[in-house]
């Protein structure tokens, strides 16, 4: 289908004079990206400024393109290593996310765009390895490759073995945004023995000690939560779902002052909650979760979403600890405890799921 194929290199061939700072005057090839890209319905020959295009950012004094978001523009095809994308040199930001690149590679001529500090390349049907050169972009503060994957079947697109996470964290420094949902991350040891390996989650993680959000679910990791996550003091997002994490949640977690949101559902944690004073949203569903957490749960002052749906829970939740918890009265009708579990106000009746 050589006409959709041509849709990313038709935006971007708009791009090259913007880039040297000349005007764009074909009306046929701007009729043509009306036609095929939405976003582009405000790229017009009366606008020969194509700096003020949708989209488009430009360095105020030089005219050079410093951020282009494509989000959502139905674009189709993939992006060769000659396409123009790759001479805007001065660019800071990059968005392709949710268009369909119709299963090719993220091209290793990112690392000529130097500059990057957010690129965003999530749920465009990207596939294969994430390239080493990802891992030279060295300004990067945000980085999502997340959700190139199959929703209905949850095949994962995307995977990162060479380089392995562990270089990326040793690279990347500057990094506040990690989403690497539904990437499969596997293990570097090769052939069938990669099956009786279990993946961890490098505990080098702490050296990106700017990160603010983390999101990591279904990623194949196993093992004990790392308690050197305990160390990235400005995190407020760990999404860790859907992996094979076992045992308690590290004590270390405390020190995560800033941490509001901590989602673990469909691991296989089975140790208490700790001291998470600060949790806003807090989602432990679908664990092994066996202790008393009744103590844990009334120091959360915060607490405004919490689930603890399929896990192995006994006993009764006592109603009067959430007294403390004001923000959680309008949310905890909506909890699905386990079958064994009850909760009980005073001495009146049980409520029970």
Same mark, same amino acid.
């Given at each position: 289908?050589?006409?959709?194929?041509?849709?990313?290199?038709?935006?971007?061939?708009?791009?090259?004079?913007?880039?040297?700072?000349?005007?764009?005057?074909?009306?046929?090839?701007?009729?043509?990206?009306?036609?095929?890209?939405?976003?582009?319905?405000?790229?017009?020959?009366?606008?020969?400024?194509?700096?003020?295009?949708?989209?488009?950012?430009?360095?105020?004094?030089?005219?050079?393109?410093?951020?282009?978001?494509?989000?959502?523009?139905?674009?189709?095809?993939?992006?060769?290593?000659?396409?123009?994308?790759?001479?805007?040199?001065?660019?800071?930001?990059?968005?392709?996310?949710?268009?369909?690149?119709?299963?090719?590679?993220?091209?290793?001529?990112?690392?000529?765009?130097?500059?990057?500090?957010?690129?965003?390349?999530?749920?465009?049907?990207?596939?294969?390895?994430?390239?080493?050169?990802?891992?030279?972009?060295?300004?990067?503060?945000?980085?999502?490759?997340?959700?190139?994957?199959?929703?209905?079947?949850?095949?994962?697109?995307?995977?990162?073995?060479?380089?392995?996470?562990?270089?990326?964290?040793?690279?990347?420094?500057?990094?506040?945004?990690?989403?690497?949902?539904?990437?499969?991350?596997?293990?570097?040891?090769?052939?069938?023995?990669?099956?009786?390996?279990?993946?961890?989650?490098?505990?080098?993680?702490?050296?990106?000690?700017?990160?603010?959000?983390?999101?990591?679910?279904?990623?194949?990791?196993?093992?004990?939560?790392?308690?050197?996550?305990?160390?990235?003091?400005?995190?407020?997002?760990?999404?860790?779902?859907?992996?094979?994490?076992?045992?308690? @949640?590290?004590? =270390?977690?405390? $020190? &995560? *002052?800033?941490?509001?949101? #901590?989602? %673990?559902?469909? !691991? +296989? @944690?089975?140790? =208490?909650?700790? $001291? &998470? *004073?600060?949790?806003?949203? #807090?989602? %432990?569903?679908? !664990? +092994?979760?066996?202790?008393?957490?009744?103590?844990?749960?009334?120091?959360?002052?915060?607490?405004?979403?919490?689930?603890?749906?399929?896990?192995?829970?006994?006993?009764?939740?006592?109603?009067?600890?959430?007294?403390?918890?004001?923000?959680?009265?309008?949310?905890?009708?909506?909890?699905?405890?386990?079958?064994?579990?009850?909760?009980?106000?005073?001495?009146?009746?049980?409520?029970?799921?």
């Amino acid at each position: 289908m050589p006409m959709q194929c041509s849709h990313f290199a038709m935006t971007m061939k708009a791009l090259r004079c913007c880039n040297s700072r000349k005007a764009l005057s074909s009306p046929t090839l701007l009729l043509v990206l009306k036609v095929l890209i939405p976003r582009s319905l405000q790229w017009n020959s009366e606008t020969r400024n194509c700096c003020s295009w949708d989209g488009v950012e430009c360095d105020e004094q030089i005219g050079n393109v410093i951020s282009l978001d494509l989000t959502s523009s139905f674009l189709f095809g993939s992006i060769n290593s000659n396409s123009t994308l790759f001479s805007l040199r001065h660019i800071r930001m990059l968005s392709l996310a949710d268009n369909n690149f119709n299963y090719s590679q993220i091209p290793a001529a990112i690392t000529q765009l130097s500059g990057l500090a957010y690129l965003n390349l999530s749920g465009s049907y990207f596939y294969g390895q994430v390239p080493f050169e990802i891992s030279n972009l060295h300004m990067l503060s945000y980085l999502d490759l997340s959700y190139n994957y199959d929703p209905d079947t949850s095949k994962k697109f995307l995977q990162l073995q060479n380089p392995s996470l562990k270089t990326l964290v040793s690279n990347l420094t500057r990094l506040e945004v990690l989403n690497f949902r539904y990437i499969n991350i596997s293990s570097e040891v090769p052939g069938l023995l990669s099956n009786f390996t279990s993946l961890r989650l490098p505990s080098s993680i702490d050296k990106l000690d700017s990160l603010k959000i983390l999101g990591i679910t279904g990623c194949n990791f196993s093992g004990a939560i790392p308690h050197s996550l305990g160390k990235l003091a400005n995190i407020t997002y760990l999404g860790l779902s859907k992996n094979n994490f076992i045992g308690h @949640i590290p004590s =270390s977690f405390q $020190n &995560l *002052t800033h941490l509001t949101a #901590l989602r %673990l559902h469909h !691991n +296989k @944690i089975t140790g =208490s909650l700790g $001291n &998470l *004073t600060k949790i806003e949203i #807090l989602d %432990l569903s679908e !664990n +092994k979760l066996e202790d008393p957490i009744a103590q844990s749960v009334s120091k959360l002052m915060n607490l405004e979403y919490f689930l603890l749906a399929f896990n192995s829970l006994s006993g009764f939740l006592e109603f009067d600890m959430f007294l403390s918890t004001s923000n959680l009265a309008t949310t905890i009708c909506h909890w699905s405890l386990g079958k064994q579990t009850q909760m009980r106000q005073g001495q009146s009746s049980n409520i029970s799921d």
